[in-house]
């Protein structure tokens, strides 16, 4: 962990029994925090996380595993080829980070080997920002969008997070991985989350990324629908007058967005994303 820009080795204490300590928590450390060669110090307290970014190993796994904590971004790291963009994947972890209220950030890679258009139509009517970069360009905005806040990077295994990361962070040496030419995938290169200091900024603002290992999957076994439509507050006081349990999907009898659509005051492509990204939690997770 690192305390005032020293990195300090921590133990957990055994009052905190199972409570887990994960990337990004803010905690309270009692011992020797010289940072020295040898040094030790214990974790005695977990302060309140602010956002936990979670994920099931599926949709029926009553499971969850927290990836983070204290996150305000997340950025959804995708290739426009090699490998092919994953639209399922990505609006899993769209679902993921409006449950975790987070700001959700696509960061289209390899922009040098396809047009972004095809896929930014896709989620442009959510409103969802977005950066596009190209190997060995220019990162500028990427920059921007990571400075002053706490941002986590998830992407597929070979979409090019650890190639931005050590990008954006020069000595951090993350190991970068390749595509498997047959089976259209990457090779797991991070195997844990790390958390790294962004360079200062000219303004003198600093920012952190937590890189974490590739995906397959997002089980989203933990998402409830009332959460995911509280992230979209116009959609939201559409459906006050709902019928109590009403998901607000495709099939549901007397929904406030049907209503609001027949009445022409909703936006048709804004609540066909949404419905899409409420029927990503059913689909199978793989």
Wanted: one cysteine or more.
């Amino acid at each position: 962990m690192l305390i005032d820009g020293l990195t300090v080795m921590a133990m957990k204490a055994r009052p905190l029994g199972r409570k887990g300590v994960v990337v990004g928590d803010r905690v309270r450390v009692v011992g020797d925090t010289s940072g020295d060669p040898g040094s030790l110090a214990r974790i005695v307290e977990v302060t309140e996380r602010l956002t936990t970014l979670r994920r099931t190993a599926d949709d029926d796994d009553p499971v969850e595993r927290v990836i983070v904590a204290n996150a305000e971004q997340l950025v959804i790291v995708t290739a426009l080829a090699d490998p092919d963009p994953q639209p399922r994947l990505i609006d899993r972890a769209l679902v993921a980070a409006y449950d975790a209220g987070m700001q959700p950030l696509l960061c289209l890679t390899k922009s040098d080997l396809a047009d972004p258009e095809t896929l930014l139509s896709t989620y442009r009517s959510l409103g969802v920002p977005w950066v596009v970069t190209r190997r060995g360009g220019d990162l500028t905005a990427l920059r921007e969008r990571l400075t002053g806040r706490t941002s986590v990077l998830v992407g597929s295994s070979g979409v090019g997070k650890s190639t931005l990361v050590n990008a954006l962070v020069p000595d951090a040496g993350r190991d970068v991985g390749i595509v498997n030419a047959v089976t259209g995938r990457g090779r797991h290169t991070s195997t844990s989350a790390f958390m790294l200091a962004l360079p200062e900024a000219p303004d003198g603002r600093r920012g952190w990324i937590i890189d974490t290992p590739g995906i397959r999957s997002f089980g989203l076994a933990h998402v409830r629908p009332e959460r995911l439509i509280e992230a979209f507050p116009d959609l939201d006081e559409m459906t006050e007058e709902c019928p109590r349990g009403c998901t607000h999907g495709m099939e549901e009898p007397e929904c406030g967005l049907d209503e609001a659509l027949g009445a022409g005051t909703a936006d048709p492509e804004r609540v066909e994303s949404f419905r899409r990204l409420l029927a990503a939690r059913s689909e199978p997770a793989y």
